[in-house]
């Protein structure tokens, strides 16, 4: 599958584009968080590990989730229609620890989005940055690489 160059250059224009989202850091969402990857529900003592990824975790109503179980595409994210979108990467630095109980901002921005072709076919990555700040201090730095592909190739049984 090939992607048609005007669609991809329209999906590279979401390049730049940045959301916040503020919320106090819950600890029974880090306890369950912490539970399901097998670590101490302390949470208040023992941040789990990668803790960060059990916040701002959005809330998504029914009608608006995608047949892939995520929120519908088109919001942050640009409106891919490649079917597979799946996590690749993550550079992370922890600056200074986060307060369970106290209010976070998380900001994220749309840093990079390229054009591939692998084994598979057709291939976007989109780089996303995010910085949790706390009291004004930079506590979490984040990029990731989310990879969208096509339904042609092998998939793992």
């Given at each position: 599958?090939?992607?048609?160059?005007?669609?991809?250059?329209?999906?590279?224009?979401?390049?730049?584009?940045?959301?916040?989202?503020?919320?106090?850091?819950?600890?029974?969402?880090?306890?369950?968080?912490?539970?399901?990857?097998g670590e101490?529900?302390?949470?208040?003592?023992?941040?789990?590990?990668?803790?960060?990824?059990?916040?701002?975790?959005?809330?998504?109503?029914?009608?608006?989730?995608?047949?892939?179980?995520?929120?519908?595409?088109?919001?942050f994210l640009?409106?891919?229609?490649?079917?597979?979108?799946?996590?690749?990467?993550?550079?992370?630095?922890?600056?200074?620890?986060?307060?369970?109980?106290?209010?976070?901002?998380?900001?994220?921005?749309?840093?990079?989005?390229?054009?591939?072709?692998?084994?598979?076919?057709?291939?976007?990555?989109?780089?996303?940055?995010?910085?949790?700040?706390?009291?004004?201090?930079?506590?979490?730095?984040?990029?990731?690489?989310?990879?969208?592909?096509?339904?042609?190739?092998?998939?793992?049984?």
């Amino acid at each position: 599958m090939t992607l048609d160059p005007a669609v991809v250059a329209e999906w590279q224009r979401w390049t730049g584009r940045s959301e916040s989202t503020n919320e106090v850091l819950d600890p029974g969402a880090l306890r369950r968080f912490a539970a399901v990857i097998g670590e101490d529900t302390d949470v208040e003592r023992h941040w789990p590990s990668l803790g960060h990824w059990g916040c701002f975790l959005p809330v998504v109503r029914a009608e608006e989730v995608g047949f892939d179980g995520h929120p519908l595409r088109g919001g942050f994210l640009p409106p891919v229609t490649l079917p597979r979108r799946m996590f690749a990467t993550a550079e992370m630095h922890f600056a200074a620890p986060l307060r369970v109980g106290e209010p976070a901002t998380r900001r994220a921005m749309i840093r990079d989005i390229r054009h591939r072709m692998g084994e598979s076919g057709a291939l976007l990555l989109i780089d996303v940055e995010y910085v949790i700040t706390q009291a004004g201090v930079d506590c979490v730095m984040e990029r990731q690489t989310i990879v969208y592909r096509g339904e042609n190739g092998r998939t793992p049984a």
